[in-house]
């Protein structure tokens, strides 16, 4: 039988879908700290905070003697399953077909938290539980951790640790274990432009500024059609790489071709190093521009009153969320646009372990034994989380690996990993958590 199947049955059927306004958030919450409290966890809790969704906290003590603390963060919360027209089952059932298991949250995150527990029971059943265990599970990672360092800070008595395992990752288009020692940072936020109090005739635009061409016009400010961020002072206050992350990125690699397949992209890449670019270069996306009239057809010939984008950096290691808006601001204001608002600031800084940490060598070297598809080390993932406020509480180093695939459409229909995967996961940390406790210093 599939390790923590039927665990895995009742939490995938939880709707915790956090962007929506009901939800199971608080019912999920509850059903994990019962889960937790029925295997023989300690100081078992519901942590809150009056800006937070709950978490839950759980702390599995070592079999054998040990002086090392491994933490592990999960979220319990998932993305909407919308458009259920394009899954082949009910999203939130778990279905096994083709080799694969299917529901919303089998990959990002539940999934992966269902393994680490598999793995944990089996080193529990024969008495050889080499480290002590500490889970924290929250729920609102899908909206990008909003307020989380608050709940950090205020519980940071239970999070000490020397190691923490991140709750995504897995194998690249090539089949190799992505073993990531960190993440960009992000900063989101959205740009207004406004010249009326309502929509005009487009007839107008003979003699009165649209908001839109405003807007597009701005942003042309900001970064140029070669692709490089055009915003004076962006780039200096990246921290350059140490001679190991440089021989890291030489020597990563990135399969392109597959992942342009995988996507169905039409253009080329903007860079001719992308597998530079993933992790040590910041990004700066539209990803979103809405003005006037959206409907079907054409016709309606009226002049907006309004434009807005919706944007966002992957900043690395030396930016700032703070300031890179604040730079934001001022190119636009150097290039008089200082009429466009800036509003719905989100963000949090960029994080990197040291490769060159014994714990993420132990790590690392359990990996290159239990993948011998291979394993790539990546100095962060392209994309970002809350990893910087977890250090900042334990100084632990963090890796992130999972059980997820190319093609395991996260976020999407049909969120898949294979069983294989799974299975191939929870042999690594059964290996990985001796690994740690024979490299505690």
Known sequence: MLPQVEFLKQYLSFQSVSLHEHNDIQATAEFLRDHFASIGAQ?????????????????????????????????????????????????????????????????????????????????????????????????????????????????????????????????????????????????????????????????????????AWHLVQALATLKNRDGDITIPGFYDDIIPLTATQQQIVADSEFDYAAYAKNAGLTRPAITNDPAAALVATPSFTINGLSSGFEGAGTGKMILPHVAEAKLDFRIVPGQTVEHTIKLVRQTLDANGFEDIEISGLLGEPAFRSDPDHPLVQAALAAARKYYPEGVSVVLNSAGSGPMPYFYAVNHAPIISIGISNANSAAHGPNENVTVADYLQFIDYLKAMLPALAANSF
């Not at 793995?119 to 990008?144: H, M, S, T, Y």
């Not at 940071?156 to 020692?181: M, R």
């Open 43 to 211: 100081n078992v809790q519901i942590l809150t905070t009056d800006v937070t969704n709950p978490a839950v906290y759980a702390e599995i003590p070592a079999q054998l003697p040990s002086d090392v603390t491994v933490l592990f963060y999960n979220h319990y919360d998932v993305q909407p399953a919308e458009p259920l027209n394009l899954w082949n089952s009910d999203p939130f059932t778990l279905t096994e077909h083709d080799g694969k298991l299917f529901a919303r949250g089998i990959n990002d995150d539940k999934g992966e938290l269902a393994a680490r527990l598999a793995a944990i029971e089996d080193l529990r059943q024969a008495g050889e539980l080499p480290v002590n265990v500490k889970f924290l599970v929250e729920g609102a990672e899908e909206q990008g951790s909003p307020h989380l360092e608050v709940l950090l800070n205020k519980y940071a008595d239970l999070l000490s640790a020397d190691f923490c395992l991140w709750e995504s990752g897995g194998k690249d288009e090539q089949g190799q274990l992505k073993f990531s020692l960190g993440v960009k940072g992000g900063v989101a936020f959205q740009l207004t432009a406004r010249n009326a109090d309502h929509d005009l005739h487009s007839s107008l635009g003979a003699i009165t500024e649209n908001p």
